[in-house]
């Protein structure tokens, strides 16, 4: 159930942007977003509940599409401090209170 | 701010050693979880407690064990450590009303050897 992420790696240069994509071959209910930076613990960014939900975090924004089983974050106008391993999500009560996280993707911001 | 602490950054055990990673947050959250991290795996759930001597089993529990006797702590228990449980063990904490919203420790990099 765990769900595959892509790419596995991007490099940047500030002020690009960079969308990271999640998806699942079974049904996800929800997509919640996580930033690692590096050497630190994984911090919550958004969830989303509702295909078709679109949410904002800053310049950083997501979207779910239910019906095909995937999400999408979307950075924009990325800053050095964008840089970190991103790892989407799912689970809860329609999972049996299981949380699967993605493999992650791993995001550098070059000036 | 939630806090949730581990007891060690680092730790270093030979095969067959049994393992303890502790595991305390001080928001009165509700549920606990336990997660290792390996490259190119992401982060994959260990075991999880939702209530003070709760357990249940997440993707990947063989070779673990957990204990919750307090609110505040979670602990993880490798019984015989051997090398393939080389990682990085992350806790986590979250209230039962947003579960997927978990705030997780520092990590313990243990290394089996």
């Known amino acids: 159930q765990q769900p595959v992420q892509s790419p596995q790696a991007v490099i940047l240069r500030e002020g690009e942007d960079a969308v990271i994509n999640c998806s699942s071959s079974?049904?996800?209910?929800?997509v919640h977003w996580y930033r690692q930076k590096h050497g630190e613990a994984p911090v919550f960014l958004m969830i989303?509940?509702?295909?078709?939900e679109q949410k904002g975090h800053e310049k950083i924004s997501a979207s779910f599409n239910e019906k095909k089983q995937q999400s999408s974050l979307y950075l924009t106008a990325s800053q050095l401090s964008y840089s970190g391993t991103y790892f989407c999500g799912t689970g809860g009560v329609n999972t049996g209170n299981q949380f699967y996280f993605g493999t992650g993707t791993s995001l550098t911001v070059i000036p | 701010d939630v806090k949730v602490t581990q007891s060690s950054r680092y730790l270093v055990k030979r095969t067959g050693e049994k393992v303890f990673l502790e595991c305390v947050q001080d928001?009165?959250?509700?549920?606990m979880f336990w997660y290792r991290q390996d490259p190119g795996l992401g982060l994959r759930l260990i075991y999880f407690s939702y209530d003070v001597k709760m357990k249940e089993k997440g993707d990947i529990p063989e070779g673990y064990s957990v204990s919750r006797e307090k609110k505040e702590r979670f602990s993880l228990i490798l019984e015989s450590a051997s090398t393939n449980q080389t990682s990085m063990y992350l806790c986590?904490?979250?209230?039962?009303?947003?579960?997927?919203?978990?705030?997780f420790g520092p990590g313990t990099r243990l290394t089996v050897t």
């Open positions: 928001m009165d959250h509700e549920n």
């Open positions: 986590a904490s979250s209230l039962p009303q947003a579960a997927h919203e978990q705030y």
């Open positions: 079974k049904a996800l209910y929800s």
């Open positions: 989303l509940l509702k295909g078709g």
